[in-house]
């Protein structure tokens, strides 16, 4: 979590908290997942019912994403933190690049997660055209919206790039995105 804010979950018998270590510990795409729920008296029967879902799944992960996510419980919450602050610089440095081209009220988002959501100009809203010119012209890969429900957006990750490489995509990024808020390029309607 970034800006002093913090994660919380809910406990109680009738909760099952369902997580992930892609955005606990940074390990995207390594699927490796787990629950946690209230032991008590109430919930007997909770473990059985949960071994029975489990059960008709086909697959697990990896033995290497296992070990991986144990070693990252025994690192503990002081190397999370430590991680996360390192995140912040580029996560800045990305924030600034989106909302200086497009307006700070077109960024959204990366108070708790890797990456950033920005809105679109109307004259650019074509997210895959967009995400595939910026990519072909500006050497920056960016995430079409379209392709996680929300047209008209991209989605910027600032994880998994050094701060300098980050600071060089930024720059790229921006001067991309400023040629489409300018409505210097344009792309053709659909028909």
């Known amino acids: 979590m970034f800006d002093g804010r913090e994660h919380y979950t809910l406990s109680a018998p009738h909760v099952i908290n369902l997580f992930s270590f892609s955005k606990a510990y940074g390990m995207m795409g390594w699927r490796v997942g787990y629950l946690a729920y209230h032991t008590g008296s109430e919930n007997a029967d909770i473990l059985s019912q949960i071994i029975k879902v489990q059960d008709t799944i086909p697959i697990c992960p990896p033995q290497l994403s296992q070990r991986l996510a144990v070693a990252a419980l025994g690192a503990g919450k002081s190397w999370v933190t430590d991680q996360v602050s390192k995140l912040d610089g580029n996560r800045q440095l990305v924030r600034r690049a989106l909302a200086d081209s497009l307006g700070d009220d077109c960024v959204f988002g990366g108070e708790g997660a890797i990456y950033l959501w920005a809105k679109l100009p109307t004259s650019a809203s074509r997210d895959w055209d967009v995400a595939a010119w910026l990519v072909q012209n500006h050497g920056v890969t960016l995430i079409p919206g379209s392709s996680c429900g929300s047209p008209g957006f991209i989605r910027a990750a ?34």
């Open 158 to 191: 600032f994880a998994n790039i050094s701060p300098i490489a980050c600071e060089q995509a930024a720059y790229r990024l921006h001067h991309g995105l400023s040629l489409l808020a300018s409505q210097a390029i344009s792309f053709p309607s659909n028909h």
